[in-house]
């Protein structure tokens, strides 16, 4: 257990449908990150917050959007989806203070858009 | 340009061989190299990593081999077992204060054979 957790671990869906994933980020993380992470794609950065606040936008499209709570949970919501969503959905978090940005990544949610 | 250029894209090696996967980058502005594991269903877990100030960096059987001036670094697993078979990923990142996505390499699947 990497000490983050991701919920739900697998969702199917239907185009055109709207999805919300949730990160639990590790004891003491203050940073949250999104990533995406397709077949031929590999890892893609999406979103990252910072206790709370939007600290870095990736390759996020305008139908994705995320939040950070204040009890440090995120959650990424996924709305209009279409077929070409369907990958696995990663949340990682890191500590401000490691001063080896480790990143702890979750076991991660996979979306199949049918 | 933030990209980070991984080969090859598989590989296969017999146990007890030396596996080697490179990565070349644009962004001199990079001061922090990961490598990721990643095995199947799971998330990336660090392997280990290299600030630009090092050469080389060895962690058991595991070494970074970095060259600032090519803007290259590269796995190498010594010994290599079955049990090290999984999708490797390099990956770096800018010390912006605040902003420390990583952009990763597109992975590199490993194959040990017995």
């Known amino acids: 257990d990497s000490g983050v957790t991701q919920t739900p671990k697998h969702l199917i869906t239907a185009t055109g449908q709207r999805v919300t994933l949730r990160c639990s980020p590790r004891?003491?993380?203050?940073?949250v990150y999104w990533y995406q992470q397709s077949l031929d794609q590999g890892l893609q950065f999406l979103i990252q917050?910072?206790?709370?606040?939007?600290?870095a936008k990736g390759n996020i499209l305008e139908r994705f959007s995320a939040q950070q709570f204040p009890d440090l949970h995120s959650e990424l919501n996924l709305s209009s989806l279409e077929l070409g969503d369907s990958a696995l959905y990663f949340c990682?978090?890191?500590?401000?203070?490691?001063?080896?940005?480790?990143?702890?990544f979750g076991s991660g949610t996979r979306l199949t858009v049918v | 340009q933030q990209q980070v250029k991984q080969s090859p894209q598989s590989l296969i090696v017999q146990k007890g061989g030396i596996s080697i996967i490179n990565c070349a980058y644009e962004n001199t502005a990079f001061d922090y190299f990961p490598w990721y594991q990643q095995f199947p269903g799971k998330g990336p877990a660090l392997l280990i990593a290299?600030?630009?100030?090092?050469s080389e960096k060895k962690e058991g059987r595991f070494t970074i081999s970095f060259n600032k001036s090519a803007k290259q670094f590269s796995l190498h697993i010594m010994d290599s077992q079955p049990g090290d078979s999984a999708t490797y990923f390099c990956a770096a990142s800018i010390r912006d204060t605040g902003r420390r996505a990583l952009t990763f390499g597109s992975g590199t699947r490993l194959q040990v054979q017995p």
């Open positions: 290299i600030r630009p100030d090092v």
């Open positions: 917050y910072y206790n709370g606040e939007e600290r």
């Open positions: 004891s003491g993380d203050l940073s």
């Open positions: 990682a978090s890191s500590s401000q203070t490691d001063l080896n940005y480790g990143y702890t």
